[in-house]
């Protein structure tokens, strides 16, 4: 009787440490899993986010290069050569579409996607009417420039700003998502160390248990 005792309770004592070994091995997945979501979190801070800010800042300063152009050749003195300033245009019309380019190939969310294509729209407009305006130059070059140009600069302006402006929002997003994480990784921490000190009664318990049976099995060999 006593061995299927002794027996029963060491397998109630089993079942419940390998419990806690089932939980503790749950808890680290889930530990591990939230220090990777992190740290995907802050790479796309940076490669999404951070460096494609950077680009489109420079397609701003192209912009601005290319409208200097033009204002030379609409009110200037007449010595810039327009084969030179197409030449020009050109460079900068490669470097823009080479930053949408790789601006595509971020992850985007919906709304991005959305400004991303207007922005497309408003600077092709814009670069067929700088090349009609090269091309025509004269008075009649600054009438289009005066009606039209200026206009689809400030929408091609209007459509970069609204791009940069939701790199700002969606870095938030992805910010309160780190955190959520890392409350997580606190709370996995915790139950680990609620699991430890379990461990630690429990072990104990079971040196006390054990003690006690020990004494009263040499009290009954004395007697």
């Known amino acids: 009787m006593k061995f ?5 309770n060491k397998l109630k004592i089993a079942f419940l440490l390998f419990c806690i070994m089932c939980c503790t091995l749950l808890i680290r997945f889930l530990e591990d899993k939230s220090v990777e979501k992190i740290n995907e979190s802050f790479i796309s801070m940076y490669n999404d986010r951070l460096v494609p800010a950077t680009d489109l800042y420079f397609i701003a300063e192209n912009l601005f290069y290319k409208n200097k152009i033009l204002q030379e050749i609409l009110f200037g003195d007449g010595n810039v050569q327009p084969s030179t300033s197409i030449v020009k245009m050109n460079k900068y019309n490669r470097k823009i579409d080479s930053i949408i ?3 595509e190939l971020t992850l985007l969310v919906k709304q991005e996607k959305s400004f991303l294509n207007d922005l497309k729209k408003a600077l092709t407009v814009q670069q067929g009417l ?3 305006i090269m091309n025509i ?3 009649e070059g600054r009438i289009i420039y005066e009606s039209m140009g200026k206009n689809a600069v400030d929408e091609t302006l209007t459509k970069l700003s609204a791009l940069i402006k939701i ?3 969606v870095g938030n997003d992805l910010i309160k998502g780190s955190k959520i994480f890392v409350s997580g990784t606190k709370v996995y921490s915790t139950l680990q160390v609620i699991l430890a000190i379990v461990i630690g009664i429990m072990i104990v318990a079971i040196v006390s248990a054990s003690n006690a049976v020990k004494i009263q099995s040499e009290k009954f060999n004395l007697n």
């Open 137 to 139: 130059a004269g008075t």
């Open 101 to 103: 380019n790789k601006y």
């Open 167 to 169: 790199q700002s929002k």
């Open 130 to 132: 700088e090349a009609k």
């Open 4 to 8: 299927a005792f002794s027996l029963k």
